[in-house]
């Protein structure tokens, strides 16, 4: 359903931003800059909060329990932003074996896990049977796991290396999904979003699929009934409008599809998830930070080079991808308090704490996130680039108790399955935090993989 829009209306006249709230009225992406730009910080959470719960109601705030499986970490592209990356030829370059990949996904199903999400690097060296066993094996093995793989680079990958069969881009996409469907297939991760602004995808993403070629992907996954997910990291060379921008492709493509395939079994994007650029061992990490001059009169290239319209040219500023400009907490807090009143028609805004902490994870809840992510026992890529936070269920349930929600842990569709309302909630049952904290401590080191099976770790999932 199209929602009306107000382009000359002043958004930040209550009345207005009631009815944005109310889910009446669309921001359009002047609107939404000015927003960011203008609004103070506690005021805008207040409205992405108020939207929230007009979805999603008063009680509940969600998480999933999966794992994160990073089958590769071979690449043909070169992000600048990314320390996960390896060539063929690295020491520490590894494919994961069938059998190892089998053994994960049992210790995730051990512990009552309902999904895996599997994302890798562009490996030219494993064609589409490989995926297609790979998927026929789990399949055999879990038949009643949820399986979340395979970002848009991934699947861009098979048209890239292989002699992918179809005339148009198009038809190359609709074969390799559909042959990964029928393997097991249900649903795509939102890896690879970034940016998807031209100038600055082209200096961070080496390599990988354009937006147009990403939003195609989703667009033929919900044409076969596919949901996924949309991501976007932020805070680096970018301008603020080039994150408006990213949200408004999102919000026209999933108008699209909705408008295309909803009445026809088509899937679409459920979830929204944005975080911060994590510098550490990134080639982009090693650039210098944009210190703004005292009178705050400079203005960082980001956003000189920035349009709402994605036409922004590198060419308007020579410092243009010179500078980092690091986004904080209140930035974080900020864009995902946007995302959550701008893409009107996702269901989801999911809280990234695995970048920020559980702290600001936790606030997020009231800046629009209604959902923690997943409960996993691994993550490799983000782990790579510095940040190291892993919690457990109990931590989880205790987070969003402890923001005035109650738990509940959720499927793949967002459906409920369980209500942790009572005694016997994961976190209930911890009588000694500190014992738990101490074996979290333990376990978590800078590699999550250490963490054994009885102390779960837990990050978002795209
Ligand atoms: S972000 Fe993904 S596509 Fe880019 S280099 Fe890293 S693994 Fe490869």
């Not at 592209?77 to 990314?82: G, R, V």
């Not at 009572?422 to 979290?440: I, M, Y």
Request: proline letters at 4%; one cysteine or more; charged letters at 20%.
């Amino acid at each position: 359903m199209a929602i009306s829009s107000a382009p000359t209306a002043n958004i930040f006249d209550t009345l207005v931003l009631q009815d944005v709230a109310e889910g009446n009225l669309r921001i359009t992406p002047e609107q939404a800059l000015a927003l960011y730009n203008e609004m103070p910080l506690l005021e805008l959470g207040r409205w992405a909060d108020k939207r929230c719960r007009a979805l999603h109601g008063d009680h509940i705030r969600t998480y999933i329990v999966d794992r994160n499986i990073n089958y590769t970490n071979i690449c043909t592209a070169k992000c600048t932003f990314c320390a996960f990356r390896r060539d063929g030829d690295e020491e520490d370059a590894y494919t994961l074996e069938y059998d190892a990949l089998l053994q994960k996904i049992q210790g995730v199903v051990d512990i009552g896990g309902t999904q895996i999400l599997m994302q890798g690097g562009m490996n030219p060296d494993l064609p589409i049977e490989w995926y297609v066993e790979l998927l026929n094996l789990i399949r055999e093995k879990f038949p009643l796991l949820h399986v979340h793989a395979f970002s848009p680079p991934e699947i861009i990958e098979f048209v890239n290396f292989f002699d992918t069969p179809g005339n148009t881009l198009e038809e190359q996409i609709r074969w390799v999904l559909t042959k990964l469907q029928e393997a097991g297939l249900h649903s795509i991760p939102g890896g690879g979003g970034e940016i998807f602004a031209p100038a600055v995808r082209e200096k961070i993403g080496l390599g990988k699929c354009n937006a147009e070629v990403w939003l195609t992907v989703m667009r033929v996954a919900h044409e076969l009934g596919m949901n996924t997910s949309a991501t976007m990291m932020f805070g680096h060379i970018e301008g603020i409008a080039d994150r408006v921008h990213h949200m408004d492709l999102v919000r026209t493509w999933q108008d699209n599809s909705i408008a295309d395939f909803g009445f026809s079994g088509g899937g679409r994007y459920k979830a929204f998830i944005s975080w911060p650029f994590q510098p550490e061992n990134s080639p982009l990490g090693k650039v210098p930070e944009w210190i703004p001059s005292n009178d705050d009169s400079e203005i960082f290239p980001g956003d000189v080079v920035a349009k709402l319209d994605g036409t922004g040219k590198k060419s308007a500023c020579a410092a243009f991808g010179r500078q980092v400009r690091y986004a904080g907490s209140s930035s974080y807090l900020r864009t995902q308090a946007l995302s959550r009143l701008f893409l009107d028609n996702v269901y989801s805004i999911g809280s990234s704490w695995v970048t920020m902490g559980p702290a600001i994870g936790q606030t997020a809840l009231f800046y629009g996130a209604n959902d923690m992510g997943s409960v996993m026992v691994e993550e490799n890529v983000v782990s790579a680039a510095g940040t190291t936070y892993c919690l457990d269920e109990a931590k989880i349930c205790r987070i969003i108790r402890e923001a005035g929600f109650t738990p509940a842990q959720r499927d793949n569709r967002y459906d409920i399955l369980s209500i942790h309302d009572g005694e016997n909630s994961p976190d209930k049952l911890v009588t000694d935090w500190s014992a738990l904290e101490k074996e979290r401590l333990v376990s978590h080191t800078s590699d999550c993989n250490t963490v054994s099976l009885n102390t779960v770790s837990l990050t978002v999932t795209q």
